[in-house]
């Protein structure tokens, strides 16, 4: 079966729930950052949540990125 469609595939084939549940928002070295947990504490950049076009720049919080939490795990 062709579908066509100008949707994106998440909004057609939709995802399971508990891949949502995994991210969180945090905020890193003062950029907001939608983030999925890989461990306790590590995980990977999904989004940066900025408003600062300089935040976008910036390789450490690239969407991909793993960033160590070394105060507190997330909740």
């Not at 579908?3 to 939709?14: D, K, Q, R, S």
């Not at 995802?15 to 999925?36: A, F, H, M, R, T």
């Amino acid at each position: 079966m062709i579908l066509y469609t100008i949707l994106p595939n998440e909004a057609v084939f939709p995802v399971d729930q508990s891949v949502y549940e995994q991210q969180k928002i945090i905020e890193w070295n003062g950029v907001q950052l939608l983030v999925e947990r890989t461990s306790l504490t590590e995980c990977r950049v999904v989004q940066v949540l900025s408003t600062d076009p300089q935040d976008y720049l910036n390789d450490a919080t690239q969407p991909g990125q793993m960033l160590t939490l070394s105060t507190s795990p997330l909740k």
